[in-house]
């Protein structure tokens, strides 16, 4: 099958050199050195699933009309990346493999001719060299429909099947507010500079990213959401959140978690960004709980504080240590 991939990052390149793996024909998008690299000597996975080069096509713009499309660039580089695309993925199935609450929802109008299905992948990856993704801890991606069929749904997660598990949730809003709750956890990493393992070591950001999860999901319940579709996130962790002191709940997490993430260092989306001097996706994740807690009425000083430290450190290059992070989150 003929596979588009707009956006060669970790999570893109990861499906890229996979779905290359198992036979298919992929197309990535990338800029600069790291479209250069790919072009010259491919584009190289290495970690949990095994090293592999893939000998991919490889362009500003996919170049051709593809079977299927995966979009898996930022949220805040989605709407450019699909404008620059619409014509080409008429009638193409688009999996939109995105962080934050908007997903395909956001690209509606301009791909009002393509099946969308939301993707939200819980696969930990990191792309810090040009050429290179590197998955540090495996995972599920899990899907569900926005306009496309349930054929179709069920089609696009038997081709990326082939590559990596894949999961079929009810309800795409929420699986995107349950993976919402999960990327809590990138703060932790993005105001320290510090891999996820490490930063959460400190019994005062464990708090920090606990109060933040609680407050995601008294925010997503005041919205009606049913929460769902992510993998770990059970009815018996939300009711952890929900109930437990933060300090009890963020020792508990945070050591479920840090198991799952294995021993590699695992920087987070949200670091790696600010890593390569990229606008991270901050006001799309911890933002996000600040802007619907707005519409419904329910405060969110952390995930707020979370924003405004993230762009401070976006904007100087100064990380902060854990233990002064949290206090300066928490006030």
């Known amino acids: 099958m003929r596979i588009g991939i707009v956006g060669a990052g970790a999570i893109g ?7 290359d793996r198992a036979g298919h024909e992929v197309v990535v998008t990338a800029r ?16 949990a699933w095994g090293e592999h080069i893939a000998r991919i096509g490889a362009a500003q713009v996919l170049p051709a009309s593809p079977d299927l499309a995966l979009i898996t660039v930022k949220a805040q580089d989605a709407p450019a990346a699909a404008a620059a695309h619409a014509a080409l993925l008429a009638g193409v199935p688009v999996v939109v493999i995105q962080n934050g609450l908007n997903g395909p929802q956001a690209l509606r109008r301009t791909l009002s001719a393509s099946p969308l299905i939301g993707g939200l992948s819980l ?6 060299e040009p050429g290179v993704v590197t998955v540090t801890a495996p995972g599920t991606t899990v899907l569900a429909t926005d306009t ?5 749904l069920a089609d696009a997660a038997g081709v990326l099947r082939q590559a990596a598990p894949v999961s079929v949730a009810p309800d795409l809003v929420g699986a995107q507010w349950s993976k919402l709750v999960v990327n809590q956890l990138n703060a932790a990493a993005a105001v320290t500079g510090l891999p996820a393992q490490q930063a959460l070591a400190s019994p005062a950001m464990r708090r920090v990213v606990a109060l933040a999860m609680r407050e995601t999901l008294r925010v997503g319940r005041a919205a009606d959401v049913r929460f769902g579709g992510i993998p770990g996130l059970t009815p018996g962790v ?5 109930l437990l002191p933060a ?6 997490l945070a050591g479920r978690m840090v198991d799952r993430m294995g021993a590699v260092p695992n920087p987070g989306s949200t670091l790696q960004s600010i890593r390569r001097g990229r606008p991270s996706e901050i006001d799309h994740l911890s933002g996000a709980v600040v802007t619907e807690g ?4 329910v405060a969110t000083p952390v995930n707020r504080r979370i924003v405004e430290l993230v762009h401070e450190v976006e904007a100087d290059g100064r990380f902060v240590p854990p233990d002064q992070a949290a206090r300066r989150i928490l006030g």
Do not use: C, N, P
């Not at 390149?13 to 779905?19: E, I, R, S």
């Open 123 to 128: 696969i930990a990856a990191s792309y810090l």
């Open 247 to 252: 300090t009890v709940s963020g020792r508990l």
């Open 13 to 19: 390149g990861t499906f890229a050199a996979l779905l």
């Open 294 to 297: 707005e519409r419904v009425h």
């Open 238 to 242: 939300l009711r952890m959140l929900d």
């Open 32 to 47: 600069g050195e790291h479209l250069d690299a790919i072009r010259e000597r491919g584009l190289v996975l290495r970690g």
């Open 148 to 152: 496309a069929t349930r054929a179709e």
